[in-house]
């Protein structure tokens, strides 16, 4: 399925933008939130096909540039509430034909995916890369990371968080992918994802920075994409 391409994505042809008033406890920040939504074609394109959230344009549209996903891969999904990634992992896989098998990891709890099992549960948990190797039952193809710690508004601090939890999932990437895997995560632009890449560099055959078009207008997200891994050669006995 292809990503959303131009167009204003709603029905009807109007292009008409809808305006949220501020009522009762709605903070402004909820109500410019909820206008992005209901203003959103990736979102009312997401409703119209199905799929968890907008999110899914992000991976769908990295997919077909990159060809990432294949027919009976092992896919490890983090943070992945609502299961838009997984929802669209799982059907590039077969995962509901047995054919490959996706597993994520969130606190939140989402509604059951078919070809998917999830684990409610904090990823900075000591006890997580255990509990997901278990469900997964041998090495991944692929981690894939769309975390994001709760926004504190300060973007320098916020880019340091993210960055974090990217470092964190490369370190369980490099625990269980195969040779030949890859690793996909959300970084924010901030100056020290450059390190991230170098970080990378050492275990990865190619390394990039990729901005998929269904990113928000003036958003910072980024996502950082390294292929080819080159460790994992202990996988043999698994």
């Given at each position: 399925m292809s990503a959303a391409k131009g167009g204003s994505g709603r029905?009807?042809?109007?292009?008409?933008?809808?305006?949220?008033?501020?009522?009762?406890?709605?903070?402004?920040?909820?109500?410019l939130w909820l206008e992005r939504q209901l203003n959103d074609p990736y979102v009312?394109?997401?409703?119209?096909?199905?799929?968890?959230?907008?999110?899914?344009?992000?991976?769908i549209e990295m997919d077909e540039r990159f060809h990432l996903l294949k027919p009976g891969q092992k896919?490890?999904?983090?943070?992945a509430a609502p299961g838009g990634w997984a929802q669209y992992a799982a059907k590039k896989v077969?995962?509901?034909?047995?054919r490959g098998r996706v597993v994520g990891i969130d606190l939140l709890d989402i509604e059951a995916i078919p070809g998917v099992e999830f684990t409610v549960m904090d990823f900075n948990d000591a006890d997580a890369p255990d509990?997901?190797?278990?469900?997964?039952?041998?090495?991944a193809d692929a981690v894939v990371s769309d975390m994001a710690a709760n926004a504190t508004g300060h973007r320098q601090t916020d880019h340091l968080k993210i960055v974090a939890l990217a470092e964190l999932a490369i370190e369980f990437a490099r625990e269980v992918l195969a040779p030949g895997g890859f690793f996909l995560a959300k970084v924010l632009q901030?100056?020290?994802?450059?390190?991230?890449?170098?970080?990378l560099k050492r275990d990865f055959s190619v390394v990039r920075h990729v901005?998929?078009?269904?990113?928000?207008?003036?958003?910072?997200?980024?996502?950082?994409?390294?292929?080819?891994?080159?460790?994992?050669?202990?996988a043999s006995s698994d």
């Open positions: 029905e009807g042809g109007r292009g008409l933008k809808v305006q949220v008033k501020t009522a009762g406890k709605r903070t402004l920040s909820s109500k009312a394109q997401a409703k119209r096909e199905g799929w968890r959230s907008r999110a899914v344009y992000k991976l896919i490890v999904d983090l943070g077969g995962a509901a034909d047995g509990r997901l190797k278990a469900m997964l039952g041998g090495r901030g100056g020290t994802e450059s390190t991230l890449l170098a970080n901005k998929p078009k269904a990113s928000r207008a003036g958003s910072a997200e980024l996502y950082v994409l390294a292929t080819g891994f080159r460790g994992g050669a202990e």
